[in-house]
């Protein structure tokens, strides 16, 4: 399915007008939909890879271009948030990070790494722990000492884990949705709130304190971030 670009909801900039008339629709996957991008449209629009729908398919389909150390040919397979994509051909690495109002595109050299969320965790047989990860990925671990909420930098492809960052007060988070999104700030605090209402985090913000729902906080760091977020 493709959709037309003039009335498209789209996360990454677009010309509404000219002769590509048609987005890509991302299938299901491991982003949500209003949260990712279809691989060719990052190839044909982002990045300026290819100049046309064929062209991107063609690319795609031989095996040009990984995400996440993965080799990737369906050309509607969704990338979203601090995915890592890859064109190895010519040795060039991007990651994906949330801007204010769009995703950007970060060239990066740590290709081989990825940080991500715990969203929850399942106990498994045999006594281990299954991780749920932000980006649909899981992670049997023998030791529980993770906390929903808290981020792990994993290699790639194999996804061993590399550092474990705890969401707790002073770690560096960025905030991925919200009127707020892309900005960087220390957690301050997690505020419990009684009801259907989300918790809210406390979050320092060029020296001033922000609230946002504790969901749209992601922890990159413990002092600085542990992956390329660009200028």
Not at 203 to 212: A, C, H, L, T
Request: charged share 35%.
């Amino acid at each position: 399915m493709h959709r037309k670009r003039l009335s498209a909801k789209l996360n990454y900039p677009l010309e509404r007008k000219g002769k590509k008339r048609f987005v890509f629709c991302p299938r299901p996957g491991p982003h949500k939909k209003d949260e990712s991008i279809p691989l060719a449209s990052l190839l044909r629009d982002v990045l300026k890879y290819c100049e046309n729908a064929k062209e991107a398919k063609h690319v795609i389909k031989a095996g040009k271009i990984t995400v996440d150390g993965k080799v990737r040919k369906d050309h509607k397979y969704p990338v979203g948030i601090f995915d890592v994509v890859g064109i190895p051909e010519i040795n060039e690495y991007y990651v994906i990070v949330p801007g204010e109002k769009w995703f950007k595109l970060v060239k990066t050299e740590k290709k081989d790494v990825k940080i991500c969320r715990i969203e929850n965790k399942t106990k498994v047989k045999g006594g281990k722990t299954q991780l749920n990860l932000y980006d649909g990925k899981n992670i049997l671990v023998d030791e529980d000492v993770y906390k929903t909420g808290d981020s792990i930098l994993v290699s790639l492809p194999d996804l061993k884990i590399k550092k474990h960052i705890k969401k707790e007060k002073g770690c560096l988070c960025l905030i991925i949705k919200g009127s707020r999104k892309g900005k960087i700030g220390r957690l301050k605090e997690i505020k419990k709130i009684r009801g259907p209402h989300p918790n809210l985090a406390s979050v320092e913000i060029d020296q001033s304190v922000v609230e946002v729902p504790e969901k749209f906080v992601f922890v990159i760091g413990e002092k600085t971030p542990e992956i390329d977020l660009g200028d």
